[in-house]
């Protein structure tokens, strides 16, 4: 067995993107920080989200069917602190962040370095999380366009991952 601390900080050395996960279903709009996320397939391409089973997010996905990853700017990684519990709408803005309604009805964050909006096209349970599989139905960048660099969990104190606490 791996000792607890050693996975932990083992775990935490994978490079990971850090963005906005945007869902809703119906009135319920969200935007939550993510650092799971990748592409998983070429044909179709397929990108990857693994969500809390218990975040409010993880329903919205669900019901709504349809995710956005939204790529944030490097500058501005204090958005990732208030974007850890459920945003607050107000008109078209999620904890004060313009949003826009992209393909599907997902929020797309119109400050995003780059977004990625996809039609759910399976999930997977894996357990603590839903692993949700998405097909890509529209993609693009923000105002900056693509000379800007996007954020990484490195760039912050933050951490996700590893064992969970309380031990599973
Ligand atoms: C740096 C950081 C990265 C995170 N990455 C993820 C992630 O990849 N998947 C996940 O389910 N939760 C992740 N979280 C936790 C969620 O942001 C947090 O649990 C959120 O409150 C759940 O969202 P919701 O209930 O508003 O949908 C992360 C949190 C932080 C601070």
Known sequence: MVETETLNKVL?????????LGSRAGDEWNGMTESWV?????EPVLVAASV???????????EGGAF???????SDTRVFVKFSK???????????????????GVPIFEEAAAFIECRLD???????HDLFLGEVVDAGFGPGGDEVEVARMEDTRMKYGGVRRGGH
């Open 12 to 20: 935490w050395k994978i490079p990971n993107v850090l963005c906005l």
């Open 38 to 42: 990748t592409q998983v397939a070429m």
């Open 52 to 62: 809390d089973k218990k975040a409010v997010t993880n329903r919205l996905i669900r």
């Open 68 to 74: 956005s990853v939204n790529l944030w700017p490097r």
């Open 86 to 104: 459920p945003a607050v709408k107000e008109g078209m803005t999620l904890n004060g962040r313009p949003i826009r309604e992209g393909l599907t």
């Open 122 to 128: 399976r999930t997977i349970d894996c357990g603590t």
